[in-house]
């Protein structure tokens, strides 16, 4: 797609810092990062989100993400890392290219990403019932 960021990248056009390519997987690092060597993690084949990816693609993807996951512990000294994907625009995603974060953590960086609730007596096992019913 012309307008989308992220294959204006994959097509050459959007400069990028590449740091991994494979025939169907490009990654390369975030302009807006959590911390340095944050990288973003997109198949080349424009794709909106999750739902939109083959499977194989979706596989490849999280190749590539273990791969950027070892060289950040190895080279960045990360202690931890995060991978993250927000699909559509009410869980955050800002560009409508499929990609996954891969965030480097440290001991005391602070960063919290979920605040955390507890279910309503009863709800937990009527939601469980609800999804496993839609699922079969």
Not at 33 to 45: A, D, E, F, Q, S
Not at 107 to 121: A, I, K, M, N, V
Not at 126 to 133: E, I, S, T, Y
Request: include cysteine; charged fraction near 20%; proline fraction near 5%.
């Amino acid at each position: 797609m012309r307008d989308c960021a992220f294959c204006r990248i994959v097509s050459g056009t959007l400069p990028s810092e590449k740091i991994l390519e494979t025939q169907n997987v490009l990654a390369f690092l975030d302009i807006a990062p959590v911390h340095y060597g944050h990288t973003l993690v997109i198949p080349k084949k424009h794709c909106e989100n999750l739902l939109d990816l083959p499977d194989n693609l979706w596989g490849e993807m999280g190749q590539v993400c273990r791969k950027i996951a070892r060289v950040l512990q190895k080279v960045l000294y990360a202690r931890g890392f995060n991978v993250v994907m927000n699909n559509l625009s009410a869980a955050g995603q800002v560009v409508m290219h499929a990609h996954l974060h891969v965030i480097p953590r440290y001991t005391s960086d602070g960063l919290q990403f979920f605040p955390q609730e507890s279910y309503h007596p009863g709800d937990m096992a009527r939601v469980g019932q609800q999804l496993r019913q839609a699922l079969s």
